[in-house]
Every structure is written in structure tokens, then in C-alpha cells.
């Protein structure tokens, strides 16, 4: 996706933007009514000067059958870039029911990355229609990075760059980049690669350095030779931490070879970012990293399904436990009113742990060279915590039941539920990575279960000997 460096709150006449920075109500109304009636011109005075990111947001409130109409009232004047503000779902919604012809004059107005955007969420047949339309040498680029591993640098990188080779000078290079015509130029770039005849990057120069430069100045007494670079095969997430860690705005991309074949911009690296939070998110939560709010009634009934029946086989567990206590339950009532106290302290307690956890692994702060430190950081926490708040209810429970023998037995069972929720919060989200499962989406219902159980289990232990409950 290119930089824009356009004016961003310029647009059309008459578009409002609602409390979530979106077209409001009246607006989305006035553009539905002018698609129905095929009216193009009052489509185009409503839209035409809308930002691409304000497109997306409208295409996002319009209706399944509105949103194709509006790409083919607006012809050539739509701009596909609107398509990558999309969620999607929304994109191929609307993708399947463009004309073939459509898609390709969309496709070449697009830089690669954008364009394999588009390709990759179409059907192979339809995929291959489109690629087949376009000239050799562009189709020759976007099957090349289509040919990449999904997710990865060489599917999010740009195909257009500026390459020189080591003799040219910083004059020479200035006067390329006023001799050529604006469309063989990237939209915005802010370096020059250097390569050699063999297209293996030597290095690169910034373009402050560039103008800096004497016009006699080499390129290759300018360059950094060091220039951190990505794999194509690498994946996107890995490349997100590369600039994360050294505030880059853009990187080179290289093959096995390191022959250059592409450029990454943090304009692509946000999104990679802003994707791999949102799939964090949704995963702690149960939910299909992949699900958005326009997706299918029943294909989200069904998705969520799984989580949910898991979640109520733990449950069980934990009425297991809570069954082989009944007679104690029955002899004092002051345990059945207490007990989800305890097992609910404990599993927010984990949930904290592990929300932390899963982030760090995502992350890699969180590793085998720190894990026991980490640990027992947060058993140390958990004990803390735990005996703070078994001191808070114990004197409660004691005050509101009349009787003193449930402080220490709150308090005792509090504190060893947080140290157990700590202790799970951390341990199965790294015995999870360890074997190669996702710990934002696996360790929920197990780690509840364990507060629920240790809760549950310590409480009414602790209670039966304390009050000689048979």
C-alpha cells in the first residue's frame, strides 16, 4: 500500500462522519439511493472526492448488493486502493462480483503489494483470468510474490524500486529521478538500493543522504553496506519485530541469493501489526482470529461453537469437584456462597498472568532464557496479591457470616488460588508454545480450569478440617 501524503480530511461534499469516524447515517442513505437509481453522476459528486480510506469506510456500511454497484457506476474513476481499507470479507464480497475486465484494469492501477492483495483473495480460476490479461512483465511480477508463502515478506513487499549500481554518482541519480516519467518512479520511497550487475544488494542511501551527498560523491563510498534486510520467505510477523525494534520506516527484501526483489514500507508493517493484535484479541477471547463483523450468521455461530463446548467440558470438571463436596456443601450454606468468590479472584488473577504471557511469547520478549525468572516473578506476585486479598475477604466473610473460623480458611484458600492462577497464567501458555500450539487461543479454558479446581478444591478442603466437616 502506498504512503499517501495527500491531504487526508479532504473529501467530498456532503460526507459527515459519524461518532466512529465513518460516513454517518444520512450520507451512507444518499449514496444507497443514487447507486439504486444507476444515477453515476450523483454517485460520482457524492464519492468522487472521497479519500480511499473514507471509500472503505463507506463500502463497509453499504449494502451486499450496493457494494459492486458503486465500482461500476464510478468506472474508471474508482480507486481500488479502497479496497485495502476493507476488512476481508468485505473485499471479496465485493471481488466476486466484479466483471473479470474490471479486475484487471483495477489490478494494474495498483502497486504489487496492493495488487497481490487483491489476487490472493480471489479464486484460483478467476485469479488465473485476471493474471492471464495483464502484460508479461507485470504478471510475471505478481506471480512471483504470489508464489511466496502466505503471510510472508515476499506477498507484502513492493516490487517497484530504484536500483543503481556502485558507480553512479549522487548528481547522476538526482538527474534519473528527473529525466523519468512519474509512473515508472514508486508513489514514495526514501532510499536507492545498490546492486550489482548480478542484482545482489550491496547496500543502500537514503535519500537525506543523497542530497547531502557531493554530485561527484559515489554511491559506493555513500552507501550503507550493514542495511538490514528480510528474507522473501520470512514471515511478515518476524519483519514487524525487525522494524519495532530498530524504528525503521522501510527494508529491503531479498531471496535465498540476496538478490534484491522487493522493498517493505511501514505503511504494509502497520497492518501487519494492527492484523496480529486484533488476532490476539479475538484468540484470548475464543474467537476466529479470521471472524469480522460482516461475516455469515452461522459461519460465526459455528466457529465460536468449538470454543464453547470446550469451555463446558471444563466446566464439568469443575462440578466434579464441587459434587464430591456436597455433604460439606449441605452442612454449611456459608461455603456455597463463598466458594465462587475464591475460584472468580483466582481466575481473574490468571487471566492477567497469561493476557501478559501470551503477549510476551507473541513478542518474544518472553523466551526459555527469562521463563523461570518469569515465573517466579508471578508466583511471587500471585503470593502477594493473594495474601492481601485472602486478609480483605477472610475479615469480610468472618464480619458478614458471624464466624471468625472463616478468616483464616478464606484466607488460606485465597492465597493459594492466586499463586496457583499465576502459576497456570504463565506455565500453559509456555507449555503450549513449546509444542507448537497457538497460547492465545489454547490456554483460556485450561487455565480457568485450574483456579476453578484449585479454587474450588483448596477452599472446601481447608474448610472441611478447619470445621470438622465430615
Known amino acids: 500500500m502506498p504512503l499517501d501524503h495527500e491531504e487526508t480530511t479532504a473529501g467530498a ?54 457494494r459492486p454497484r458503486l465500482v461500476e457506476l464510478m468506472g474508471a474513476d474508482f480507486d481500488f486502493t479502497a479496497l485495502m481499507e476493507v476488512g476481508e470479507a468485505t473485499r471479496e464480497d465485493i471481488l466476486e462480483e466484479l466483471p473479470v475486465e474490471t479486475l484487471v484494469e483495477g489490478v494494474r492501477e495498483l502497486e504489487s503489494d496492493d495488487a497481490v492483495a487483491i489476487l490472493e483473495a480471489l479464486e484460483p480460476e478467476e485469479q488465473e483470468e485476471v493474471l492471464d490479461a495483464l502484460p508479461a512483465q507485470e504478471r510475471i511480477v505478481l506471480r512471483r510474490s504470489l508464489d511466496y508463502p502466505e503471510d510472508s515478506a515476499g506477498r507484502l513487499m513492493q516490487t517497484t524500486l530504484i ?42 542511501v537514503f535519500l537525506d543522504a543523497l542530497v ?136 481473574n488473577s490468571a487471566t492477567q498472568t497469561m493476557t501478559v504471557a501470551v503477549r510476551a511469547l507473541a513478542t518474544r520478549e518472553l523466551n526459555r532464557s527469562n521463563a523461570l525468572k518469569i515465573i517466579f516473578r508471578e508466583l511471587a506476585i500471585g503470593a502477594v496479591n493473594g495474601a492481601a486479598f485472602g486478609l480483605v475477604t477472610g475479615v469480610v466473610a468472618a464480619n458478614w457470616f458471624q464466624n471468625v473460623g472463616l478468616l483464616p480458611v478464606m484466607a488460606l484458600a485465597m492465597f493459594t488460588n492466586l499463586v496457583a492462577g499465576a502459576f497456570g497464567g504463565i506455565v500453559v501458555p509456555l507449555i503450549f508454545d513449546r509444542f507448537k500450539f497457538d497460547p492465545a487461543v489454547s490456554s483460556g479454558p485450561f487455565v480457568t480450569t485450574i483456579t476453578d479446581v484449585v479454587g474450588y478444591g483448596a477452599f472446601l478442603t481447608i474448610a472441611s478440617i478447619w470445621f470438622h466437616l465430615g
Not at 254 to 270: A, F
Not at 301 to 321: G, Q
Open 13 to 66: 461534499e456532503g460526507f459527515r462522519e459519524d461518532g466512529g469516524g465513518g460516513p454517518d447515517a444520512d450520507f451512507v442513505f444518499e449514496v444507497e439511493a443514487a447507486i439504486a437509481l444507476g444515477d453515476s453522476s450523483r454517485v460520482h459528486e457524492l464519492v468522487g472526492g472521497l479519500h480511499e480510506a473514507d471509500v472503505g469506510a463507506l463500502l463497509e456500511r453499504l449494502s451486499h448488493e450496493a
Open 163 to 204: 536500483a543503481v549500481p556502485p558507480f553512479w554518482t549522487a548528481g547522476r541519480v538526482l538527474d534519473f529521478f528527473r529525466e523519468t516519467e512519474g509512473e515508472e518512479l514508486p508513489d514514495s520511497f526514501f532510499e536507492v538500493f545498490v546492486v550489482d550487475p548480478g542484482y545482489h544488494l550491496l547496500g543502500t
Open 212 to 347: 547531502r551527498a557531493r554530485p561527484d560523491a559515489r554511491l559506493d563510498e555513500i552507501m550503507q553496506a550493514d542495511r538490514r534486510r528480510v528474507k522473501a520467505t520470512e514471515d511478515g510477523a518476524e519483519a514487524a519485530r525487525l522494524f519495532e525494534r530498530y524504528n525503521l520506516v522501510s527494508v529491503p527484501v531479498v531471496d535465498g541469493s540476496e538478490r534484491l526483489v522487493g522493498v517493505l514500507t511501514i505503511d504494509d508493517i502497520v497492518d501487519v501489526i494492527q492484523e496480529q493484535a486484533s488476532e490476539e484479541i479475538k484468540a484470548l477471547g475464543g474467537v476466529n482470529p479470521e471472524e469480522e463483523l460482516t461475516d455469515d450468521f452461522w459461519w460465526i455461530a459455528r466457529s465460536r461453537f468449538a470454543w464453547l463446548f470446550i469451555n463446558m467440558l471444563t466446566a464439568f470438571i469443575t462440578s466434579t469437584v464441587l459434587k464430591s463436596f456436597q455433604s460439606q456443601l449441605e452442612q454449611m450454606v456459608a461455603l456455597a456462597v463463598l466458594g465462587p468468590i475464591i475460584a472468580g479472584q483466582g481466575g
